[in-house]
DNA sequence: GAGTTGATGGCAAGCGCTTTCCGCCTGGTG
DNA sequence: CACCAGGCGGAAAGCGCTTGCCATCAACTC
């Protein structure tokens, strides 16, 4: 047999019709008498049959896949969302498709409408998004959701669409507090361009929670969100020169892990001297030496949520998510009196 | 409209039978009048047509997607592979479904008969697979593949299936050989249990390197794959005592990574004390202090080529995958005259 | 015992798309 | 000018599955 076998093989293998074939394989609200659904397992396992989906969903209209849009499948950050997906998935008997977007707005368009052709029962936007209206991609979305497809964005300016709210800016403001209660005064931001939400949340937050502890932001440096970037900003910070005690917070941990190797090759030491803080806590930050100071974000739990939440559109966490600060040996706490480096102001 | 527009709309919009907007929108060998042509597409822009996979796999009897089957997504080494194999579909098309089996080979087979049911084009294993026989895997993989399905396996053993070998064993025996050279006498394995295929090749590699340079296998753990398995690995090696000058190896990345966590938090310290390496060169390894001496395995090139693989049957490599063997920090050159501790046998 | 339910099997009409024919028309040939 | 080939649009028969509707029958009810 080199077709696989269909609905109708079991049928006539275990002598009734479809439709009771179909009633008994794949869930239905009808009942049908012990005697019939024992022979048409039995048919069904001789067979080796397994449901079409493809033709299941075109039948009913909608299908058992759900659709998840990352900037990266290997970057951490997106590894751990995509692994709550999986699991929320996995729970609710959906299969998920995915797709990396590069973090290019085009592609991101171009990928929702392929994924458009799946009819995918729900779409979960992980990639980040940018600021500027996107109007290919919005009409894309929209008409996504016109079809009676959830669409779930994960971040902060999730506008229109069901959203998880992520509170980057919350957790920088945390962040800027406490790295400013530990006595910091300087701080340099590694960040990615204007426009990039998470980005520019993460910045304000760090920005107002720093300054407000008696913090001065005395620089920012523009790249992206990855190991490269950071390399590279916080070379090019080295050649501008930074004083000792400065603080670096790069926009992701990946960044902060970038600009660590960076540090290190030119010889300065991450810590005492030059401290380093991250965003996100992913794996990456916890092993470096030293480790990384960042702000937890429940990545899996989010992805997760997003999956509970295309399923059912009125379901809501117990709890809200939480980030917290997470403090570790790349920022130690600074001795009393301050370098007297740069003045406040 | 809350519907989705289906084909017949766009057929009846631009006034032409639907065979011909099919023909138009979804590539067909026969050719069409060029103003029906610029009919159709703008009957399709107008409505914001986009074709029913589901449907158009049913009527073609074959679909778009390609499985992925990996152990855990957010773990670096099959992220990567993720990665790969994401941007082979992107190239031919294809959008992929992926899933996690968590090492579980029931929840494999479970997984694989889901992914069968989604009829996708092909099916990469990823996942380890132990050496054990999985009956029940072969069976759905077989009916998979009896229906015309590819598949392909990522790794040492792939019986039966397309495979995409990756040289585990001889990446282990060159990474024994280095280390020997560099003056080590005496490793200890921290590796995964019996029948885990990667793992085992791993172990019988390196055993074979390191002793034909002279050195000794000092002692063998047995946990898993992951940093937490290091991490309890080498706690434990620590309470039976590990002479220092010894060289740890993990049986990846992630498992030495954590057991220099768990050197470290015992005071001991990395490279000149305790050295260790692990497998595959994932980013984990990169950044930690003292940096991973590792294999490097193109774990993205892998994923793209399987990718290749199921797509046209008949495709291979340029060149053959190679696994070299990158020396850091944490194996540091053993001085000449080695400490004494344990005699060659 | 006729009438009423309620449970359950089957028929057949779709779901949206592809593809095989079929027929028409244009154009080239001797 | 009769004829044939080739190009191209359309009708319609599926692809595998679901589901509304009807038929049947056993169990009750008065």
Chains 1, 2 share one sequence.
Not at 221 to 239: F, I, S
Not at 288 to 302: C, E, K, N, Q, R
């Amino acid at each position: 047999m080199t077709a696989a076998p269909t609905l109708k093989d079991v049928a006539e293998r275990a002598g009734v019709s479809q439709a009771t074939a179909s009633r008994v394989l794949n869930g239905s609200a009808r009942h049908v008498g012990d005697a019939y659904q024992e022979r048409v397992h039995q048919a069904a396992a001789d067979l080796g049959y397994s449901v079409n989906l493809s033709a299941q969903a075109t039948a009913r209209g909608t299908s058992s896949l759900i659709a998840l849009l990352v900037a990266d499948i290997a970057d951490p950050y997106f590894g751990e969302i995509a692994h709550g997906v999986a699991r929320g998935a996995e729970e609710a008997g959906l299969a998920v498709a995915v797709a990396e977007t590069d973090r290019d707005p085009d592609k991101e368009a171009k990928l929702v409408r392929m994924f458009r052709g799946l009819r995918p029962f729900g779409l979960i936007l992980a990639a980040s998004r940018g600021a500027d209206p996107a109007p290919e991609l919005d009409q894309e979305l929209a008409q996504f959701a016109a079809g009676g497809g959830q669409v779930v964005a994960l971040g902060p300016g999730a506008g229109g669409y069901r959203a998880i709210h992520i509170d980057h800016l919350g957790g920088a403001i945390k962040l800027g507090r406490t790295l400013a209660g530990r006595g910091y005064r300087r701080a340099v931001l590694l960040a990615a361009p204007v426009g990039a939400l998470s980005s520019d949340h993460r910045v304000a937050g760090f920005t107002q929670g720093f300054t407000e502890g008696g913090g001065v932001i005395a620089g920012l440096y523009r790249g992206g969100y990855t190991r490269e970037d950071g390399y590279r900003l916080m070379a090019q910070l080295l050649v501008d020169g930074v004083a000792p005690g400065t603080l670096v917070v790069g926009v992701s941990d990946q960044v902060a892990v970038g600009a660590l190797a960076a540090l290190r090759e030119a010889g300065r030491e991450a810590g005492a001297d030059i401290a380093l803080a991250g965003f996100g806590d992913t794996s990456t930050g916890r092993d470096v030496t030293p480790a990384l100071t960042t702000v937890h974000v429940p990545l899996g739990d989010l992805g997760y949520q997003a999956v509970r939440r295309a399923v059912d559109p009125g379901w809501a966490p117990d709890a809200p998510l939480d980030l917290a600060v997470v403090v570790r040996d790349s920022t130690p706490a600074v001795p009393a009196a301050p370098p007297a480096e740069g003045g406040p102001t």
